[in-house]
């Protein structure tokens, strides 16, 4: 595919996510910026994946998918369904006209015409991606609580990014993370700190839309709360990856909530 033809085909997505470099000088115009998306991947701290089988639940434009292909690894999954079904134009039109009137949000996919599994407008980025990469990332259009675990199958490494909090029932996700799940799950989810309580198991629900201004976001863990919440889903450890305590702590107050991000490695 010529420079060109890739620019075309880029220009044809609405909405991007995931900043993704798709050669030729052309990357992709994601909310998230490349630089930020490298920083999670270094935060991610992979082991060698050559050869290794893994699964990106929620994988939206695909950059993670994308990357673990790059890397190395021998079969890629991509499993999405909730933002692959989403009209990502009309819901960010509809969140700034709440985020304007001071109002929250409905669920997005109980608002009529932002809701189209039908057609996956929300696969768009990702499929163009995948198009020009001439990748071999494997798709599967599916929700991670209701899909059969069996008909999945078993991975050695899980991307586990940005779902967590998403889940309205958090240790049943990560049970069935756990049966996905060979050797490591990396987890990656919006996380508090309380330094008074960080030996407490705790998690922060959250009613509305308190975090982010998105009425999808549910729960939020603390380390603890994270750690105990995955070994009796079934992993046998827990290892830190991204900086702790948070950055953002420095100069709070021991009874302040921090909220931040926190990365993982859960062992099976």
């Known amino acids: 595919m010529t420079k060109d033809d890739k620019h075309k085909a880029l220009d044809k997505v609405p909405y991007w996510f995931h900043s993704i470099d798709c050669g030729d000088g052309l990357i992709t115009g994601g909310i998230k910026s490349h630089s930020l998306l490298q920083l999670e991947l270094e935060r991610m701290a992979l ?103 069996v008909e999945i199958g078993q991975f050695d490494i899980v991307f586990f990014l940005g779902v967590l909090y998403h889940l309205e029932e958090p240790l049943r996700g990560l049970r069935r993370l756990s049966l996905l799940t060979r050797e490591l799950a990396i987890i990656e989810t919006a996380a508090v ?23 999808n976001n549910w729960f939020a863990p603390n380390l603890a709360g994270l750690s105990s919440a995955c070994r009796a889903a079934g992993f046998k450890t827990v290892r830190v990856t991204s900086p702790y305590p948070p950055s953002e702590c420095t100069s709070c107050q021991s009874d302040t909530i921090v909220r931040y991000r926190l990365t993982i490695h859960a062992y099976k």
């Open 193 to 215: 700190y309380l330094s008074s309580h960080e030996d407490v198991a705790l998690f922060e629900f959250y009613e509305a839309d308190e975090l982010g201004g998105d009425v």
């Open 47 to 149: 082991p060698q994946l050559k050869g290794k089988s893994v699964l990106d639940v929620g994988a939206w434009d695909g950059f993670f998918s994308f990357a673990a292909e790059d890397l190395g690894a021998g079969r890629v999954l991509a499993l999405d369904h909730y933002v692959w079904s989403l009209n990502l134009p009309r819901l960010q039109q509809y969140w700034n006209d709440c985020k304007a009137q001071h109002i929250v949000p409905k669920l997005y996919h109980l608002i009529p015409g932002h809701w189209e599994p039908g057609s996956l407008p929300g696969k768009l980025g990702f499929d163009t991606v995948h198009r020009i990469k001439n990748s071999s990332v494997e798709q599967v259009v599916a929700d991670f609580m209701k899909v059969d675990p």
